[in-house]
C-alpha cells in the first residue's frame, strides 16, 4: 500500500515513534485534549506490553495476549474495551499511510463484563438541585449551566464548548459540538432559558480580555473558559447547598434528561438524536431504567403485587 501523499515518514517505523505520529494527526484534526491523552495512554499500555517493536510484525496473538496482560492486571471490561478501540484506530491511521498491511485488532473483543446502569437523579431530586434562587454572580452562572445540562442531555465537555453564540434564546436551541466533532442542535427547556438570560446579563463583569477566551459562553474565575474540575466541583457545592444526598455528578445530568424524557415520552429515537449517541442501542440502556421505575410503582401500588399465594 503506498503511502498518502504528503505524509511524514517517521526515522523509524518503531511504535514509539509511530505512536507519537498517530497521536500528533489526532491533535490536526482537533481531537479534544481529554481524548488524545487517553489514546497516549492506552498506547503507552501496548508499547508496555509488546516492546518497542515494528507494529507490522505483531499478529492478532501478539495483540490478544496484551489485551489479557491488562485484564490479569484488573482492568474493567469497559477499559479493556477502549483500549482495543484505541489500538484498532491506531492500526486504521497505520494501514492508511502504508506502514502495515493488516490490522491485526479486526475481530477481537474485549471480556464482557457487567453492564452497569447510568446513575440518574429523580425527578424530585432534580427539581431540589436546581431549585433558586441563585445569590450571587457564581451561583447565577452554576444555575445556567446545570439547567442547561439538564434541559439539554449535554456532556461536560460538550457545555465547555459552547461559545456565546451555541444558544439561540429566541429559537430555543443550543447547538453542540459532540464526540468525533459532530454538530447537533437540541432544544432548550424554559426554565435553562431564563437561567441562562440571568447569567448573560452578569457574564460582562467577570470575562477578561485577550488572550483569554471571551468567547465561551461560561467562565471560570478567572475569565477564561470554565474548566471541567470547576463544573465537578460547582455541582458538589450545589447539591450540599440544596441538600441533595444522592451521589450526583456532572454526567448524572444527562443520564437524567436521557431517563426522564423517555420515561414521559417513549420515543428511544428521539433521545437518542438529542443525546447524539451514534447507535441506537447505546440509548436502549435507559430503557432499564424506565423498567426499573415502573417495577418500583407496582411494587408500591399494585395491591396483589406483593401478596403470597394463599393469603
Known amino acids: 500500500m503506498p503511502l498518502q501523499t504528503g505524509a511524514d515518514v517517521p526515522a523509524t517505523l518503531l511504535l514509539s515513534t509511530l505512536s507519537d505520529a498517530y497521536l500528533n494527526a489526532l491533535k490536526a484534526r482537533q481531537y479534544s485534549p481529554a481524548t488524545v491523552s487517553t489514546y497516549a495512554i492506552d498506547l503507552a499500555h501496548l508499547l508496555e506490553l509488546v516492546g518497542d517493536v515494528d507494529p507490522a510484525g505483531l499478529a492478532v496473538h501478539d495483540i490478544r495476549r496484551a489485551l489479557s496482560s491488562l485484564h490479569a492486571r484488573g482492568q474493567k471490561a469497559k477499559t479493556l474495551?477502549?483500549?482495543?478501540?484505541?489500538?484498532?484506530?491506531?492500526?486504521?491511521?497505520?494501514?492508511?499511510?502504508?506502514?502495515?498491511?493488516?490490522?491485526?485488532?479486526?475481530?477481537?473483543?474485549?471480556?464482557?463484563?457487567?453492564?452497569?446502569?447510568?446513575?440518574?437523579?429523580?425527578?424530585?431530586?432534580?427539581?431540589?438541585?436546581?431549585?433558586?434562587?441563585?445569590?450571587?454572580?457564581?451561583?447565577?452562572?452554576?444555575?445556567?449551566?446545570?439547567?442547561?445540562?439538564?434541559?439539554?442531555?449535554?456532556?461536560?465537555?460538550?457545555?465547555?464548548?459552547?461559545?456565546?453564540?451555541?444558544?439561540?434564546?429566541?429559537?430555543?436551541?443550543?447547538?453542540?459540538?459532540?464526540?468525533?466533532?459532530?454538530?447537533?442542535?437540541?432544544?432548550?427547556?424554559?426554565?435553562?432559558?431564563?437561567?441562562?438570560?440571568?447569567?448573560?446579563?452578569?457574564?460582562?463583569?467577570?470575562?477578561?480580555?485577550?488572550?483569554?477566551?471571551?468567547?465561551?459562553?461560561?467562565?471560570?474565575?478567572?475569565?477564561?473558559?470554565i474548566s471541567a474540575t470547576a463544573i465537578r466541583q460547582a455541582l458538589k457545592t450545589m447539591a450540599a447547598r440544596h441538600g441533595v444526598t444522592a451521589h450526583v455528578h456532572p454526567h448524572a445530568l444527562r443520564h437524567s434528561f436521557a431517563s426522564h424524557v423517555l420515561q414521559s415520552s417513549g420515543d428511544l429515537r428521539a433521545v437518542q438524536e438529542m443525546l447524539g449517541h451514534a447507535s441506537l442501542s447505546t440509548t436502549q440502556v435507559y430503557t432499564h431504567l424506565d423498567f426499573q421505575h415502573l417495577a418500583k410503582v407496582y411494587d408500591l401500588a399494585h395491591p396483589r403485587a406483593k401478596k403470597k399465594p394463599g393469603n
Open 81 to 225: 474495551a477502549r483500549t482495543l478501540s484505541a489500538w484498532r484506530g491506531f492500526y486504521h491511521y497505520l494501514a492508511r499511510q502504508g506502514w502495515v498491511a493488516a490490522n491485526p485488532c479486526l475481530g477481537l473483543r474485549p471480556p464482557k463484563g457487567e453492564r452497569r446502569l447510568p446513575n440518574a437523579l429523580s425527578v424530585d431530586e432534580m427539581a431540589k438541585l436546581l431549585e433558586g434562587p441563585a445569590e450571587d454572580i457564581w451561583a447565577l452562572r452554576d444555575q445556567a449551566m446545570f439547567e442547561l445540562m439538564y434541559s439539554s442531555g449535554l456532556r461536560r465537555a460538550e457545555l465547555i464548548g459552547l461559545d456565546l453564540g451555541s444558544v439561540d434564546l429566541s429559537a430555543a436551541e443550543v447547538t453542540v459540538t459532540g464526540k468525533g466533532r459532530k454538530t447537533r442542535i437540541v432544544p432548550v427547556g424554559q426554565q435553562a432559558l431564563t437561567a441562562v438570560r440571568a447569567w448573560l446579563e452578569q457574564r460582562g463583569t467577570v470575562a477578561k480580555a485577550p488572550p483569554l477566551d471571551t468567547a465561551a459562553l461560561f467562565l471560570g474565575t478567572r475569565g477564561g473558559r
